[in-house]
Nanobody
């Protein structure tokens, strides 16, 4: 099994930045692709971005140019750097993992393991 623990959430004003971390433990070889998802109040869970084991990233159009993802495989940790945050970025952010290649589409049912989430609140 794989355990994922997110950290770094909080409250920030619009235009600010936050960095989320996700640390994996357990069967690390099952975390070749790591993804970030978010779910706002009354909304469906949506994909934010993903990163492959080698560092190839992909992002949803809504966050391109503002969010970046990086990973430190030695620390089994993935980071989501969020800049120029907007009130519509307010959501609970989840880290996810899958053992294979990153899926072509950021869909939640393509990922096998999930963290508990961390809240991000952006005020205007």
């Amino acid at each position: 099994q794989v355990q994922l623990v997110e950290s770094g959430g909080g409250s920030v004003q619009a235009g600010g930045s936050l960095r989320l971390s996700c640390t994996a433990s357990g069967y690390i070889y099952r975390t070749r692709c790591m993804g970030w998802f978010r779910q706002g109040p009354g909304q469906e869970r949506e994909g934010v971005g993903s990163i492959s084991w080698s560092g190839t990233t992909s992002f949803a159009d809504s966050v391109k140019g503002r969010f970046t993802i990086s990973r430190d495989n030695a620390k089994s940790t993935v980071y989501l750097q969020m800049n120029d945050l907007k009130p519509e970025d307010t959501a609970k952010y989840y880290c996810a993992a899958v053992s294979g290649s990153c899926p072509a589409s950021l869909v939640h049912n393509a990922f096998s393991f999930w963290g508990q989430g961390t809240q991000v609140t952006v005020s205007s």
